[in-house]
């Protein structure tokens, strides 16, 4: 990067950080530190939901995804509108009734602690892993642009966002995730605005995005039921909803943000804000990732955009047959802009026989330059078998360094460390309370002084981002991070919410057989996961409904114990 853009990656960064130690004041409680008093408006509450679910991930694999796979993942987040109205009417008003500082609280009042104790430990355990990954994203782009190792960037992101969250707690992670959504928004913009700017001359918006249509990209919505495709309207809705409403309605990253609001109204608010704006945005991000690809019908690609790997075998004694191949994909391009050139010029002639013959033309050689490709990953396979192959992740990265002018390479730099450091920063608060209000106030040091827990609290931060960091060094090895880390959450959440709409809904069930259908299920969706009998998003309405199923065959057969006033804590939440 040129000097312009370090000092704008630097002065953005520096002025979050700052920003956020001193909205957030000094923290002298537990619930200033982990709920911010409970005193934000709806409109705090609804860009910090979404900057938590908006991370490093999003910015840099998105534009990826879009780039190799279309525009089909936007179906991913169609059930998200749907599951924002069930929260804002069950779940919202029982957590701010009940004055928790987690969500898995109210399954000791209304089951018992070990119930509470294993759905705190599989959040830990799923938030923990997901959160390298998050951290992991931004330390690609260090390392690439300074050419080093990215033990060093994973150190230097985790570091910075530990200190701000541990300091400030809470609010400073509001109140920087505010500045930094503004920032998000805009930069964004622009990066589409120069994508466009960037065409050759008469090849418009319009163009490009027919043209992408024409090779298959513009693939928004898939209406053929599959339970093997991974994104159709139909696991959209139906998994995707489970999922938005386990992750937003169980993962304490999500909940400690929208009871940080001051009232039911201004959480609903921020939710129902939440809903409205995520699908646009993501459609947007995964646009830019088509327009992308639309460019680099008309400039040469990278074979592989992963430069780290191509220097690897550049290096060994592959390096011929890997240049050989290079030099046919040069080719190969040369051959393909040409036919991109014929459907422009067959698109301005409206002629649809001779757009016909230009887009099948265009895909022969679209065809070609693949399969080149797919020989070149080969090669790279057989110099190293632990080569990852998946390059999507550096796609808009390569971009950004190689087209985008002074300044504005700094600032969409500084806007994938800003959504990582948002995401990380919420995570390892919710990591900190869930690990402090769960297991060390409830079971290791019970009515300690609120100076004591907040320790505690700041503690378990710098330990979370620990572990956090560790899982950063394995995050190189997991292909498309967007698409792992949904994966990931797909494993655990389907449990976690059937364990809750158990709480609410099934009011005779007992504690002893929710846990035990809880193990049973988690199991099982293992099993499932492992070896993909269905696609991932729908492991969240299996794992949901199984846990119901199970609890349902078991309870007769287990005595009940009394909840402790479980039933009249829900009842009286949902009048208010």
Request: hydrophobic share 50%.
């Amino acid at each position: 990067m040129s000097l312009p853009d370090w000092i704008v990656l630097g002065v953005t960064l520096l002025t979050i950080v700052l920003y956020g130690v001193w909205k957030s004041g000094r923290s002298k409680n537990i619930d200033h530190y982990l709920m911010g008093d409970r005193s934000l408006p709806w409109y705090h509450v609804g860009l910090s939901v979404m900057a938590t679910q908006a991370s490093a991930i999003t910015f840099l694999s998105a534009p990826g995804q879009a780039y190799s796979d279309g525009m089909r993942f936007v179906q991913f987040y169609l059930g998200l509108p749907l599951a924002m109205i069930v929260l804002c009417i069950t779940f919202v008003p029982i957590f701010h009734r009940l004055k928790v500082y987690t969500a898995y609280e109210f399954l000791e009042q209304r089951f018992d602690l070990k119930t509470r104790a294993l759905t705190a430990f599989l959040f830990l355990v799923q938030r923990g892993l997901s959160t390298g990954i998050t951290i992991y994203a931004p330390s690609i782009i260090l390392s690439t642009i300074l050419n080093i190792n990215t033990v060093y960037t994973t150190l230097f992101i985790g570091g910075l966002v530990i200190f701000y969250t541990v300091y400030g707690g809470t609010k400073a992670v509001s109140y920087t995730q505010l500045l930094q959504m503004s920032i998000i928004f805009s930069g964004m913009f622009f990066a589409g605005i120069m994508v466009v700017n960037l065409l050759p001359n008469g090849v418009g918006f319009t163009h490009a995005v027919k043209l992408a249509g024409k090779l298959g990209k513009m693939n928004v919505i898939d209406w053929k039921f599959d339970p093997n495709n991974r994104y159709n309207i139909w696991s959209g809705v139906i998994g995707g909803f489970f999922l938005q409403l386990s992750y937003f309605g169980t993962d304490q990253s999500q909940v400690g943000r929208y009871l940080t609001g001051s009232s039911v109204g201004q959480s609903r608010l921020g939710l129902i804000m939440n809903g409205l704006l995520k699908i646009p945005m993501q459609f947007l991000i995964l646009l830019i990732g088509i327009l992308v690809f639309a460019f680099y019908q008309f400039n040469l690609p990278p074979m592989f955009f992963n430069q780290y790997e191509v220097n690897q075998i550049k290096k060994s004694n592959y390096s011929t047959a890997y240049n050989n191949l290079e030099n046919q994909y040069t080719a190969a391009f040369e051959a393909r802009k040409n036919k991109a050139d014929d459907l422009i010029k067959a698109f301005d002639s409206k002629d649809q026989t001779r757009i016909g013959q230009a887009q099948d033309a265009l895909k022969i050689a679209d065809d070609q330059s693949g399969a080149i490709r797919k020989q070149a990953i080969a090669v790279m396979k057989k110099n190293n078998a632990k080569a990852n192959e998946d390059d999507t992740n550096y796609v808009f990265l390569t971009f950004v360094t190689h087209y985008l002018p002074r300044g504005l390479i700094g600032l969409l730099i500084a806007i994938i460390f800003l959504a990582s450091m948002g995401s990380t920063a919420s995570a390892l608060n919710s990591l900190a309370s869930t690990s402090v209000v769960d297991i060390y106030k409830r079971t290791i040091n019970p009515g300690a002084s609120d100076k004591n827990y907040v320790l505690a609290s700041r503690l378990a931060t710098v330990f979370w981002g620990l572990v956090c960091v560790l899982m950063a060094l394995y995050a190189s090895k997991v292909g498309n991070l967007l698409e792992y880390v949904n994966k990931l959450g797909s494993y655990i959440y389907g449990t976690i919410l059937g364990v809750f709409v158990v709480a609410f809904y099934l009011k005779k069930i007992g504690g002893n057989a929710v846990f035990i259908a809880a193990i049973i299920t988690e199991l099982l969706i293992i099993i499932l996961g492992n070896y993909e009998l269905v696609a991932y998003l729908w492991l969240n309405a299996i794992g949901c409904i199984l846990v119901i199923i199970i609890v349902s065959v078991l309870n007769p057969f287990i005595p009940v114990k009394p909840p402790l006033n479980g039933e009249a804590l829900i009842h009286t939440a949902k009048k208010q």
